[in-house]
């Protein structure tokens, strides 16, 4: 299964299990009359993709005068194990439990929590990173926020602007730049290491 999910603001929750078929919910996380339209005319569609399925979620952004009180909408979606996410979002959270595939999360706001993933590209210009594991590669890209990884197994490449790297393994290498932050990397090996830093504390452990 492979989800597409795009908003202007909210949160968005998956849930990967070992279950067939996608459930989706639209739940209002603000009163107010723009927020109920944006779930009354968002597009929920599932098309066939090969072998597998994309399913489709898009919240139109509200237009208008709304300033601090726009559309915010919690997305919750139910998956099977291993599915792919791609999320596109002005200013909204992601939170994923149980292993999926391969995410790929562009925020201009909002934090971005994941257990497993299979790989990860997340940009996000304002925004903490968390993840527990991920089996191939991870690519993070934030201009204020800190990321922090429990293990990698693939390539790891981090940019920060303003924040904190941790890692705790980097099993095939890591390429990091940050001009102001600390890094620390508990274990690092099987590959090339490179960091630079401008300013801010490095902790490299081999």
Known sequence: VALRVTLSGGEVTVEAADRPGVEVELVPLRDNEVTRKAIAEARVEITDRGAGHEVVVQIAKSTGLMIGRGAKVGVRVC???GSDLTLRASSADLDGTGPLGEVDAKTASGDVTLENVG??????????VRVRDVETTLTARTASGDVTVRRCLGPLSASLVSGDLSIGEAAAGLAVTTVSGDVRVSAAG????RIQAVSGDVHLAI
């Open 190 to 193: 099987g590959g090339d290491m």
């Open 119 to 128: 790989a990860l590209e997340v940009d996000t210009a304002s925004g903490d």
């Open 79 to 81: 998956c099977p194990v």
